[in-house]
């Protein structure tokens, strides 16, 4: 057995969690990657009406976020009621969001974070996405930043927080 497998945690439920453009699918496959474990982009469940009401520039409000928050929600129990672990990228942008997002067994988040001009940068440079990078704004008003969380700055490079999410999970 490798030094980095003994120093991998065991399967575990992890939310890569922050506003559009912070990273979380780019760090939340690395680090599923890393782990061992399956990967889920949480805007693969998104509902249609959601996507479009996104693409023409409306923020989603919490009876849009409702029907989402429970895919993702099941999507996590199953895992961990096989005892199995996943890594999953959600924005999951309030603590309300986060707490439907808790199952027996728990969950462990990691928030990426960074300045406003870093995330308007990085949506203005993003290929094909159905987020309009002006609802920037209305994200990070809405952002209530978790406490619970391991915070990382994305301005570090993505193998770098990879390294430093599996340090804080161990």
């Known amino acids: 057995m490798s030094g980095d497998r003994r120093r991998t945690p065991p399967p575990m439920a992890v939310v890569v969690c922050g506003v559009s453009g912070c990273g979380k699918t780019t760090v939340g ?3 599923a990657e890393r782990l061992g474990q399956p990967f889920m982009d ?4 998104h509902p249609s009406a959601n996507v479009a009401k996104m693409r023409r520039g409306e923020p989603l409000d919490d009876a849009d976020r409702r029907p989402w928050l429970a895919a993702v929600r099941a999507t996590l129990q199953n895992h ?3 005892g199995e672990g996943i890594v999953v990228a959600c924005s999951a942008l309030k603590a309300s969001y986060r707490h439907q997002l808790h199952v027996p067994g728990g969950v462990r988040f990691v928030h990426l974070h960074g300045t406003r001009a870093v995330l308007a940068e990085r949506l203005a440079a993003r290929g094909e996405h159905f987020f309009d990078p002006g609802l920037l704004d209305s994200q990070l008003a809405t952002l209530e930043p978790p406490p ?3 915070r990382l700055d994305v301005r570090e490079p993505p193998q770098t927080l990879v390294h430093k999410a599996i340090d804080a999970l161990r």
Not at 42 to 45: C, F, I
């Open 29 to 31: 496959r690395l680090l």
């Open 42 to 45: 949480a805007d693969d469940l």
């Open 80 to 82: 961990v009621a096989r």
């Open 148 to 150: 619970e969380a391991i």
